[in-house]
Nanobody
Framework: VQLQASGGGLVQAGGSLRLSCAGSGSMFNSNAFMAWYRQSPGEDREMVAEITSGGSTNYGEFVKDRFTISRDNVKPTVYLQMNSLEPEDTAVYFC?????????WGQGTQVTVSS
């Protein structure tokens, strides 16, 4: 399973970014349970958003309706639309897939929000 994340960058507070994660590999399929996590220096990795193959979603409490996770099962790609970004959102964002009880991770993409 390969997960290729992209879309990170530097943005001012209040701005927006859209992260993408493309899945591939013989073990990957469109039924995978997908999620975005993030990790700041010195902090534990935390769940940002997750989505089932059917489109049901769940978000971390800190998201507060600012982020939206979605997926395209044809491509297959999962997205994270992030609006109203705050400096506290600065972190490396990781794409994750849960397939047959095994969690796979992408390489991470840096998001930096300046005040």
């Amino acid at each position: 399973v390969q997960l290729q994340a992209s879309g990170g960058g530097l943005v001012q507070a209040g701005g927006s970014l859209r992260l993408s994660c493309a899945g591939s590999g013989s073990m990957f399929n469109s039924n995978a349970f997908m999620a975005w996590y993030r990790q700041s220096p010195g902090e534990d990795r935390e769940m940002v958003a997750e989505i089932t193959s059917g489109g049901s979603t769940n978000y971390g409490e800190f998201v507060k309706d600012r982020f939206t996770i979605s997926r395209d099962n044809v491509k297959p790609t999962v997205y994270l639309q992030m609006n109203s970004l705050e400096p506290e959102d600065t972190a490396v964002y990781f794409c994750s897939a849960l397939i047959r009880g095994t969690r796979y991770w992408g390489q991470g993409t840096q998001v930096t929000v300046s005040s």
